[in-house]
């Protein structure tokens, strides 16, 4: 908990006047620092929901073990990016704010207008407008399979078939779930490295970059060992 606070208060103090070179403004409310925090605390919620599910589903112990590491880590981060939102006085959920909208942001739309945003925020809803999850291409970013919220992300049909699974029929579903959410969160995340305008921020998302990619690579030998491949 001390860590997730000092890198929310990090995130604060990167707009100072100090050498950073930043403006001491909050970033707007449409902004690519505050839609990715928004998205990326769902698209986090999802994950941990799904490793806790697969733990109560088998008892293979390299399986829970990366399962819980997923939990653990995606928690703490989501409430880095919570705080985040909470220290800038924007709120978490906007009703008309397409999911990864904020990809769309130009690089002069990065920057804040305070909490609720002028015009620049107001600048970034209107690039975003209709880009949601089954439309948006950009910055790496496929569209969302139908019935998904974002790029990655599973259904309420897919989650429901993971909790009815047991065993290696539950390992590989997770395995395979959590590879689709993976490459759609390393996405999102490369999007903030690129477009966010705070220091803090885009550390975390190279940090979940490097990261996400690491257990891409060992959820592709866990399903290998398991007679099994990543989805599409």
């Not at 966010?196 to 990619?213: I, K, N, S």
Request: contains cysteine; charged residues 20%; glycine residues 16%.
């Amino acid at each position: 908990m001390f860590a997730v606070g000092a890198t929310v208060a990090a995130a604060s103090d990167s707009g100072g006047s100090g050498s950073s070179g930043t403006s001491s403004r909050a970033p707007g409310r449409y902004s690519p620092d505050a839609g990715f925090a928004r998205d990326m605390a769902v698209h986090h919620q999802q994950a941990v929901e799904m490793s806790f599910i697969v733990r109560d589903r088998t008892g293979d112990e390299p399986v829970r073990s990366l399962a819980y590491d997923i939990a653990n880590t995606q928690a703490n981060q989501r409430g880095m990016l919570l705080g985040w939102l909470d220290l800038w006085g924007l709120p978490k959920v906007i009703a008309d704010e397409p999911p990864m909208s904020w990809m769309a942001a130009s690089d002069g739309e990065a920057g804040g207008d305070g909490g609720d945003g002028g015009d620049g925020g107001d600048a970034g809803a209107g690039a975003g407008a209709g880009a949601g999850a089954g439309g948006h291409h950009g910055h790496d970013m496929g569209a969302a399979k139908p019935g998904a919220l974002m790029t990655g992300m599973a259904t309420k049909e897919e989650l429901a078939a993971l909790g009815a699974a047991e065993g290696r029929d539950a390992e590989v579903l997770y395995l395979q779930l959590m590879t689709d959410h993976h490459k759609g969160g390393v996405a999102m995340a490369r999007g903030c490295a690129r477009q966010c305008a705070t220091p803090a921020e885009r550390a975390l998302a190279q940090g979940m970059v490097e990261a996400q990619q690491s257990e891409l690579t060992l959820m592709a030998d866990m399903l290998k060992q398991r007679g099994a491949a990543p989805r599409g």
